[in-house]
């Protein structure tokens, strides 16, 4: 816990709550970013320019960051096979429970749904299985 930094995870929490909330309350819609991306992706899509500026904000967001703070240094021990990997299984796993974390866990669960509830304990339970297989169980094999 050597990075642990309350206060700004606490308002990080706070602004992707709001954002969510406001996108609920202004548009109507579930600030789920695999729908708002796929939906981006898909042809006849009507709300286009607003999917753009989401997409768009989430990668404005931490470049400005970055500009006015140090940025950390960021080391990855494992090979880019095994990313590349990780991200198809995440695509895979984001299809097949009907929407991503930000989805379920921000949006779903603050509304109470029993789908999105399932999903983010399935979510939990699932991460947690996997650090202690990787960091415990397979930590002297690779």
């Known amino acids: 816990m050597g990075n642990f930094t309350p206060i ?5 929490g706070a602004l992707i709550g709001l954002a969510a909330a406001l996108l609920l309350l202004l548009n109507g819609r579930i ?3 695999s729908g708002i991306l796929g939906g981006l992706l898909e042809r006849g899509t ?4 607003e999917r753009i500026a ?6 404005a967001g ?13 080391t990855i021990d494992v090979s880019v096979l095994t ?8 695509g895979y796993g ?7 974390t930000s989805g379920h866990g921000v949006c779903g669960v603050a509304r109470l749904s029993p789908r999105s509830l399932i999903a983010t304990a399935v ?20």
């Open 31 to 33: 600030a789920g970013v």
């Open 62 to 74: 931490p470049l400005l960051f970055a500009l006015i703070m140090p940025r950390p240094t960021i």
């Open 54 to 59: 989401f997409v768009g904000g989430l990668i």
């Open 46 to 49: 009507t709300d286009r320019g």
């Open 83 to 90: 990313v590349i990997a990780a991200g198809l299984l995440v």
């Open 94 to 100: 984001t299809r097949l429970g009907g929407g991503c």
């Open 8 to 12: 700004s995870s606490l308002l990080g």
């Open 123 to 142: 979510f939990m339970a699932v991460g947690i299985a996997t650090v202690y297989v990787m960091r415990h169980l397979l930590a002297g094999a690779a």
